[in-house]
């Protein structure tokens, strides 16, 4: 593989992320109004770009989100490795940081290099980088792809930067993420690099 370029988006706004609950993998709640406009925003910023695939998860804000470009035709994979987090017993909870101090200390163990740890009955970041691996393989193994679309979550989103860019998993809170905001990496010369970081320029007005 010569050169690729990949970009990698966060699904759009759904009505659980509005009022701050957590979804995870085990929730598949669907795109909210503003959701939609963000989908729509970032479709007509993007759509001359020739994407030769689009990856999304198996969930469906992530399939909403890249709606306009399934109905020009573009080739579409969905894979489970490429869902979000498994959060276990915290999914369909409200997160904040007065009622919720065992999601705040998962995200400390992490920071610390705790990168094993899970909620109960969830993944930990190890889990579900291992998941992502061999999609991950499969993407990079085609080379005849230059230019991919990939659609999936926040928190799957900075472990799966994380492998792209070979940087330890305890790091990848440094990766900020909005929803439909865009991460753009160029493949070149056997690593990869970052072009442009959680932009949200296609949103303006939104």
Not at 132 to 150: N, W
């Given at each position: 593989m010569s050169s690729k370029q990949i970009y990698l988006i966060r699904h759009g706004e759904t009505e659980l992320n509005r009022q701050n609950i957590i979804q995870g993998s085990g929730v598949d709640a669907q795109l909210n109004e503003k959701g939609h406009r963000q989908a729509q925003a970032f479709f007509a910023h993007y759509q001359h770009i020739a994407f030769a695939k689009v990856y999304t998860s198996k969930l469906i804000r992530t399939i909403q989100s890249v709606q306009g470009f399934l109905d020009l035709g573009i080739p579409h994979e969905t894979h489970a490795g490429l869902n979000e987090i498994s959060w276990g017993r915290k999914e369909g909870h409200k997160v904040t940081p007065e009622n919720d101090e065992l999601y705040f200390e998962m995200l400390r163990q992490w920071r610390s290099g705790n990168v094993d740890v899970a909620i109960e009955g969830?993944?930990?970041?190890?889990?579900?980088?291992?998941?992502?691996?061999?999609?991950?393989?499969?993407?990079?193994?085609?080379?005849?792809?230059?230019?991919?679309?990939?659609?999936?979550?926040?928190?799957?989103?900075?472990?799966l930067l994380c492998q792209l860019l070979k940087i330890d998993l305890k790091d990848m809170d440094r990766f900020e993420h909005e929803n439909l905001c865009l991460y753009k990496l160029h493949y070149q010369n056997g690593h990869f690099e970052i072009e442009l970081s959680n932009n949200n320029q296609h949103l303006a007005g939104i």
């Open positions: 969830g993944e930990s970041p190890l889990t579900v980088a291992a998941r992502q691996k061999p999609v991950l393989e499969l993407i990079l193994s085609r080379p005849d792809e230059e230019t991919i679309l990939i659609c999936m979550h926040g928190r799957a989103m900075r472990i």
